[in-house]
């Protein structure tokens, strides 16, 4: 099995990283780069406005836009796509289980979303903690909330695998960004507004739109303690969907495309 793993891996890579993508991606590292440099040029850290400068929430708000745009490059059409150009039928004519090619689906979307997360967050950061005299660069709470970061960023993984077992890329990724807006502007605003006091809506909403890994990074970018009740009801969330996703990747019909 672990030989397969690495087969089907090494081919997911080769199939993925075109020579446009490997360009793209030099250049949005490197445009992080200069952005990250942009302060120390423009003499912000000689202002009183620096005094009041944290590094932590500017990570923070910054993950909280790379992370889902990252998703959505990674995850359209992640299963569907092989189902409609027969890549699976393919694969399953060797022995492999289906357990093995979903592993390789996760690990795969997983590792690009931990090459993005590097390549447009940290090197960045480190850049400018280079560039930033005076400014106060906490290397354990920086990863601390990078990590409740990408948590966040594998149970959206998990759920997109879920959507693409049988929607197309387009609906896949339109479901998807409906499913974060309304995790951010519907279920915090309406539902918490008129269902805060319902044990059922509580489950409903930390599960079918979790945002406990979110709230973890929130919660220690101001705290600076574990959020203990927020990382379990994200691991949950994230349990719950991954369950999902096995369920319906193991009815999938290979011989036909059909998510079309």
Same mark, same amino acid.
């Given at each position: #099995? ?34 990250? #440099? ?141 499913? #974060? ?80």
């Amino acid at each position: #099995m672990k030989t397969q793993l690495q087969a089907i891996l090494k081919a997911e890579f080769t199939r993925y990283f075109t020579l446009s993508k490997i360009i793209i991606l030099s250049l949005v590292t490197i445009l992080g780069v200069v952005i990250a #440099m942009l302060p120390s040029w423009l003499g912000f850290f000689d202002s009183e406005a620096a005094g009041f400068f944290a590094i932590k929430d500017i990570f923070t708000y910054a993950l909280k836009i790379i992370i889902p745009f990252s998703i959505f490059f990674i995850t359209p059409g992640i299963i569907a796509n092989d189902v409609n150009n027969f890549w699976f039928r393919t694969v399953f004519s060797r022995p492999v289980q289906r357990q093995t090619v979903l592993a390789s689906k996760y690990i795969y979307a997983s590792l690009l979303l931990l090459l993005f997360t590097i390549a447009f967050c940290l090197i960045p950061l480190i850049v400018f903690s280079f560039t930033a005299p005076g400014i106060e660069f906490n290397v354990f709470s920086v990863l601390s909330i990078w990590f409740f970061a990408y948590m966040e960023g594998l149970l959206f993984i998990s759920i997109a695998i879920w959507f693409s077992c049988f929607l197309s890329k387009f609906f896949n990724v339109l479901l998807l960004a409906i499913w #974060m807006f309304a995790d951010n502007i519907v279920i915090n605003g309406v539902l918490a507004n008129f269902f805060w006091d319902s044990p059922i809506m509580g489950v409903f909403t930390e599960f079918f739109f979790p945002n406990g890994f979110a709230n973890a990074a929130s919660f220690y970018s101001l705290k600076d303690s574990f959020p203990v009740e927020h990382f379990f009801w994200g691991m949950a969330a994230l349990t719950f969907f991954g369950a999902l996703s096995y369920l319906h990747f193991s009815l999938i019909n290979i011989d036909r495309p059909g998510n079309d």
